[in-house]
């Protein structure tokens, strides 16, 4: 009887077993494989905790959330073989604190310093780091090493400037007129000091004449690589054919002053925009380049092959190559990311592990959230992780089908090679195109034909031609090299072009709430990295996300920090998007119509202006535009929303019937964005409420 009792109750757990693992899948996070995986989203859960919080956290959290994570893990190791569910929960727990401690303490060890508005030219003395271009105007970002005015200047400043024969480790001394970085344009919108802060750079602004050669002591080391750097994309863009020198410069050296902007935008506007900035896949072509020719060569040895493997000495060349392809090409935050993710696959294969695969995944995150957490914000980040762990996670299923499913001889490889990179090209474009529309607002429509048109010729001929060139450069060889990679570059080009004139090449998107990218990431979470149902629910959460963002939408009306008014106000042509000034904030509303998933131009119907000011109806709603206060009291009986574009005194604002936005108002918030309803306004927002208080908003101007 107890013997039958006992193969009862084992049976009952195997079935129980069984159920959670059809229940749960590979959620099964007693078994360490797993915990590898799910670790580094904890860690990244953990810090957006920090970085989403309104306001700055008592700094005594870093310690307290440290000693807590380390708790957690000893007390959930001591469970895990007998409740392996609370070794899960109490494993991730201690992961989530580390990550915000992590955060938190990253955060605050930034030694940035913000200029204050000089509102005159203040005299700057430092090296030209890095010279950019920005809509065909060049600025220069320098190392200070003394700024007028200041005791402790901040490590960087960035300002235009004609330069004229200097370059990239010169010392210089210029006038300039300097602000800090800038708040949002738009509530929600991009945070200029939010990178700034982490960059180090305390200012922006132009130079009101040339800058003059300086003598400047310090950074002997960095401004030797910058200048090399420098004279090398010089180089380039001097051997290189001229219509592609420039792309040519930025892939090898980083270096992307010498883009052409409408080269930029073409390649953009069809998906092929990721080729400028050297991410993961330049890295990968690279690295990879070195590795199977080095690997090559070695097996072409017989005794060498016999007696060694030739993958140990390849993988140590590769992480050799992709450690000066970092430091030449100005190891910026994106190639610092790839850098990372190609060493730990390299490191994979010297220690006779599995290279690609979702533990490796899993792991290079892990070593980017704890160097530098900001990243889980980054898109750059976002993306390459999501194509990664796609691509893993679909060609783990491409590896599952039958060898007679498989194509054989010359014919077969063509179309293997084809048919896989259609296929990567259509996971990797599917897992970035939410990420890529959350960030950017806007999708590449015919991305996946543009892919599939140019990427082979880049991935065969571009790069390898280009790490040929650098190869051989020092011995003045290069220039054949250069000649392959430029016509490599010139048929991307075509094809980027080409694709860009389709009709409808680039689709607008709205913009979603930060909510619903976090829920859209957890159940892409849970689709590429769990199994059984628990991959369903990832992606009926990914449904939910998608839902909620079709049925979100933009605010009605935008007021710039200048008091300009953009709406959709009611004229005879029916409801347009309309300013009350279309010479002033012009950036600011077209990056608000950019997040409002509109790619027009505002008009000016439905506004009527004067001398004194405008009006508009909007969704039962008069607003009105004061430039003086004059007329505030009769604009205030008759308007429901009334803009005045100079101060009001508190029994102003106190006998206003109208909601009443006045300069004041504008300058300590930002601009404003409103949500109208049935004739009244539902709910407003501004950019320092969107902000919160922060460290990197407390020592900004706020103008």
Same mark, same amino acid.
Not at 42 to 71: C, K, N, R, W
Not at 159 to 173: K, M, Q, S
Not at 442 to 465: C, D, E, H, K
């Given at each position: 009887?107890?013997?039958?009792?006992?193969?009862?109750?084992?049976?009952?757990?195997?079935?129980?077993?069984?159920?959670?693992?059809?229940?749960?899948?590979?959620?099964?996070?007693?078994?360490?494989?797993?915990?590898?995986?799910?670790?580094?989203?904890?860690?990244?859960?953990?810090?957006?905790?920090?970085?989403?919080?309104?306001?700055?956290?008592?700094?005594?959290?870093?310690?307290?959330?440290?000693?807590?994570?380390?708790?957690?893990?000893?007390?959930?190791?001591?469970?895990?073989?007998?409740?392996?569910?609370?070794?899960?929960?109490?494993?991730?727990?201690?992961?989530?604190?580390?990550?915000?401690?992590?955060?938190?303490?990253?955060?605050?060890?930034?030694?940035?310093?913000?200029?204050?508005?000089?509102?005159?030219?203040?005299?700057?003395?430092?090296?030209?780091?890095?010279?950019?271009?920005?809509?065909?105007?060049?600025?220069?970002?320098?190392?200070?090493?003394?700024?007028?005015?200041?005791?402790?200047?901040?490590?960087?400043?960035?300002?235009?400037?004609?330069?004229?024969?200097?370059?990239?480790?010169?010392?210089?001394?210029?006038?300039?007129?300097?602000?800090?970085?800038?708040?949002?344009?738009?509530?929600?919108?991009?945070?200029?000091?939010?990178?700034?802060?982490?960059?180090?750079?305390?200012?922006?602004?132009?130079?009101?004449?040339?800058?003059?050669?300086?003598?400047?002591?310090?950074?002997?080391?960095?401004?030797?690589?910058?200048?090399?750097?420098?004279?090398?994309?010089?180089?380039?863009?001097?051997?290189?054919?001229?219509?592609?020198?420039?792309?040519?410069?930025?892939?090898?050296?980083?270096?992307?002053?010498?883009?052409?902007?409408?080269?930029?935008?073409?390649?953009?506007?069809?998906?092929?925009?990721?080729?400028?900035?050297?991410?993961?896949?330049?890295?990968?072509?690279?690295?990879?380049?070195?590795?199977?020719?080095?690997?090559?060569?070695?097996?072409?040895?017989?005794?060498?092959?016999?007696?060694?493997?030739?993958?140990?000495?390849?993988?140590?060349?590769?992480?050799?190559?992709?450690?000066?392809?970092?430091?030449?090409?100005?190891?910026?935050?994106?190639?610092?990311?790839?850098?990372?993710?190609?060493?730990?696959?390299?490191?994979?294969?010297?220690?006779?592990?599995?290279?690609?695969?979702?533990?490796?995944?899993?792991?290079?995150?892990?070593?980017?959230?704890?160097?530098?957490?900001?990243?889980?914000?980054?898109?750059?980040?976002?993306?390459?992780?999501?194509?990664?762990?796609?691509?893993?996670?679909?060609?783990?299923?491409?590896?599952?089908?039958?060898?007679?499913?498989?194509?054989?001889?010359?014919?077969?490889?063509?179309?293997?090679?084809?048919?896989? %990179?259609? $296929?990567?090209? =259509? !996971? +990797?474009? /599917?897992?970035? *195109?939410?990420?890529?529309?959350?960030? @950017?607002?806007?999708? #590449?429509?015919?991305?996946?034909?543009?892919?599939?048109?140019?990427?082979?010729?880049?991935?065969?001929?571009?790069?390898?031609?280009?790490?040929?060139?650098?190869?051989?450069?020092?011995?003045?060889?290069?220039?054949?090299?250069?000649?392959?990679?430029?016509?490599?570059?010139?048929?991307?080009?075509?094809?980027?072009?080409?694709?860009?004139?389709?009709?409808?090449?680039?689709?607008?998107?709205?913009?979603?709430?930060?909510?619903?990218?976090?829920?859209?990431? %957890?159940? $892409?979470?849970? =689709? !590429? +990295?769990? /199994?059984?149902? *628990?991959?369903?629910?990832?992606?009926? @959460?990914?449904?939910? #996300?998608?839902?909620?963002?079709?049925?979100?939408?933009?605010?009605?009306?935008?007021?710039?920090?200048?008091?300009?008014?953009?709406?959709?106000?009611?004229?005879?042509?029916?409801?347009?998007?309309?300013?009350?000034?279309?010479?002033?904030?012009?950036?600011?509303?077209?990056?608000?119509?950019?997040?409002?998933?509109?790619?027009?131009?505002?008009?000016?119907?439905?506004?009527?202006?004067?001398?004194?000011?405008?009006?508009?109806?909007?969704?039962?709603?008069?607003?009105?535009?004061?430039?003086?206060?004059?007329?505030?009291?009769?604009?205030?009986?008759?308007?429901?929303?009334?803009?005045?574009?100079?101060?009001?005194?508190?029994?102003?604002?106190?006998?206003?019937?109208?909601?009443?936005?006045?300069?004041?108002?504008?300058?300590?918030?930002?601009?404003?964005?409103?949500?109208?309803?049935?004739?009244?306004?539902?709910?407003?927002?501004?950019?320092?409420?969107?902000?919160?208080?922060?460290?990197?908003?407390?020592?900004?101007?706020?103008?």
């Amino acid at each position: 009887m107890r013997l039958n009792e006992a193969s009862l109750l084992k049976s009952a757990r195997v079935r129980l077993a069984g159920t959670r693992e059809q229940w749960l899948g590979s959620m099964d996070l007693n078994r360490p494989v797993r915990m590898a995986i799910w670790a580094p989203v904890a860690l990244g859960a953990g810090a957006l905790a920090y970085f989403a919080l309104p306001a700055e956290p008592p700094a005594i959290l870093i310690s307290a959330l440290a000693i807590i994570a380390v708790l957690g893990a000893i007390i959930g190791w001591k469970y895990a073989a007998a409740k392996p569910v609370l070794w899960s929960v109490l494993m991730l727990a201690a992961f989530a604190a580390f990550g915000f401690s992590r955060a938190q303490h990253h955060t605050l060890g930034q030694e940035t310093v913000f200029v204050t508005d000089s509102y005159r030219a203040l005299q700057v003395e430092g090296w030209i780091e890095a010279v950019q271009n920005s809509n065909g105007r060049e600025r220069i970002i320098v190392r200070v090493s003394s700024l007028e005015g200041m005791a402790r200047p901040p490590a960087r400043v960035r300002f235009y400037a004609r330069r004229g024969e200097l370059g990239p480790g010169d010392g210089i001394t210029a006038r300039v007129v300097l602000t800090p970085p800038r708040r949002p344009a738009v509530p929600g919108g991009y945070d200029p000091a939010f990178a700034a802060w982490f960059s180090g750079l305390g200012g922006t602004g132009y130079a009101i004449a040339p800058p003059e050669v300086a003598h400047v002591d310090g950074g002997s080391v960095l401004r030797q690589l910058a200048r090399w750097r420098w004279r090398m994309a010089e180089h380039i863009r001097e051997g290189a054919d001229p219509e592609t020198a420039g792309i040519a410069a930025a892939l090898l050296t980083g270096d992307r002053s010498g883009i052409p902007p409408d080269q930029a935008e073409a390649l953009r506007a069809t998906g092929l925009g990721h080729i400028l900035a050297i991410s993961g896949l330049h890295m990968s072509l690279f690295a990879g380049g070195l590795f199977f020719v080095v690997r090559a060569f070695g097996a072409s040895i017989p005794a060498f092959a016999r007696r060694y493997d030739p993958r140990v000495p390849a993988a140590i060349i590769a992480l050799i190559g992709a450690t000066l392809y970092l430091a030449l090409s100005g190891a910026s935050v994106s190639t610092q990311r790839a850098f990372v993710m190609v060493s730990v696959v390299l490191l994979g294969i010297l220690l006779k592990r599995r290279a690609i695969s979702m533990q490796s995944i899993a792991l290079a995150a892990a070593i980017i959230l704890v160097l530098q957490p900001q990243s889980v914000l980054s898109p750059g980040f976002q993306m390459s992780f999501a194509a990664a762990s796609a691509l893993v996670a679909a060609f783990d299923l491409w590896r599952r089908r039958d060898s007679h499913e498989r194509q054989k001889g010359a014919i077969g490889g063509f179309l293997g090679f084809w048919g896989t %990179l259609s $296929f990567s090209s =259509l !996971v +990797a474009g /599917s897992a970035t *195109a939410a990420f890529a529309a959350f960030h @950017f607002n806007r999708i #590449a429509v015919y991305g996946l034909a543009a892919n599939l048109a140019a990427m082979p010729v880049f991935s065969l001929v571009v790069m390898p031609a280009g790490a040929l060139a650098l190869a051989l450069a020092p011995f003045g060889l290069d220039g054949p090299a250069l000649s392959v990679m430029s016509w490599g570059l010139i048929w991307v080009v075509r094809i980027a072009e080409w694709v860009a004139s389709w009709p409808g090449s680039l689709a607008p998107m709205a913009s979603a709430p930060g909510t619903v990218l976090v829920i859209y990431a %957890l159940g $892409f979470v849970l =689709l !590429v +990295a769990a /199994s059984g149902l *628990a991959r369903r629910i990832g992606l009926l @959460f990914m449904l939910v #996300a998608y839902t909620g963002w079709g049925l979100s939408r933009p605010p009605d009306v935008f007021i710039s920090e200048e008091g300009v008014i953009l709406a959709r106000f009611d004229s005879e042509n029916g409801s347009e998007w309309a300013s009350t000034d279309r010479r002033r904030a012009r950036f600011a509303t077209s990056v608000f119509l950019e997040q409002a998933g509109e790619s027009v131009r505002p008009g000016r119907d439905g506004v009527v202006c004067d001398p004194r000011g405008c009006a508009g109806r909007t969704h039962d709603v008069l607003i009105v535009v004061s430039e003086s206060d004059e007329t505030l009291a009769e604009d205030c009986a008759v308007a429901d929303l009334v803009v005045l574009k100079t101060y009001a005194s508190p029994i102003q604002r106190a006998n206003c019937g109208a909601r009443l936005i006045e300069l004041g108002e504008l300058e300590a918030g930002g601009a404003r964005a409103l949500y109208l309803q049935s004739g009244q306004i539902q709910r407003e927002t501004d950019v320092e409420t969107r902000r919160g208080r922060r460290i990197w908003t407390s020592s900004d101007s706020g103008g």
